[in-house]
């Protein structure tokens, strides 16, 4: 059971250049969720889903875009990017419940835009 | 809109000390408050979980207590050790606006031996 899994770990980036980020879960949970994290700040929403084919804005979703096919995958596309998405990716999945709803985190994704 | 305010910024201790991290939220209309930890270079590993309808949540030497009405939760570490060192975060999630969580920025603890 490997659970949530990111690919790369690292990546730069040339300003305006594209990029897909990947994420994959193997604990079969509906909801997934992009975050990304800049030097000494918390975590801040990009995108999140409640499943396959459904997806959802978060607190900065501008300059990205993501897909949902599978439960499994959630792949974060950045198009044209800019020094300002310069940051630590992480990709995390939880099983909302009534008792549940524990966020479990990928290692991240470190991203230079130069 | 809900903060999430997280202070001290940073804390260091001498070992075997009982400390309590600090956790205050604007809006109560919470549906749960977790807290996580975060090594550096890493990704985040829950720690504790507290329903709205909860009070406090123990595991092993840590314990989370939830007040809604003053928008308040605090992570208690019993002797503390060296390998407590991190950063811990608190984490919000509304009422309202579906399945979003908000985050605090974090306390930098440093446990020295």
């Known amino acids: 059971n490997a659970g949530v899994t990111q690919t790369p770990k690292f990546r730069i980036l040339k300003i305006g250049q594209s990029m897909t980020l990947q994420c994959t879960q193997d604990?079969?949970?509906?909801?997934m969720y992009w975050y990304r994290q800049d030097p000494g700040m918390g975590l801040k929403l990009i995108y999140y889903s409640v499943g396959a084919g459904i997806t959802d804005k978060g607190e900065v979703p501008n300059g990205y875009n993501v897909s949902r096919s599978t439960t499994e995958d959630f792949p974060l596309r950045l198009e044209l990017a800019a020094p300002s998405q310069t940051s630590v990716y992480f990709c995390?999945?939880?099983?909302?419940?009534?008792?549940?709803?524990?966020?479990?985190f990928g290692p991240g994704t470190r991203l230079t835009v130069l | 809109k809900q903060e999430v305010t997280q202070i001290p910024a940073a804390l260091s201790v001498p070992e075997g000390e009982n400390l309590v991290l600090n956790c205050s939220f604007t809006d109560s209309a919470i549906y749960n408050l977790q807290w996580f930890r975060q090594d550096p270079g890493k990704g985040l590993t829950s720690l504790l979980l507290i329903q709205s309808s909860q009070r406090e949540q123990t595991s092993g030497r840590l314990n989370a207590s939830l007040d809604k009405s003053s928008g308040r939760s605090t992570l208690y570490i019993a002797a503390s050790q060296p390998g407590d060192s991190a950063t811990y975060l608190c984490a919000v999630r509304p009422n309202t606006g579906g399945f979003k969580t908000i985050f605090g920025a974090g306390t930098r603890l440093f446990v020295k031996a």
């Open positions: 995390a999945s939880s099983y909302p419940g009534q008792n549940t709803d524990t966020q479990y």
């Open positions: 604990m079969n949970h509906n909801y």
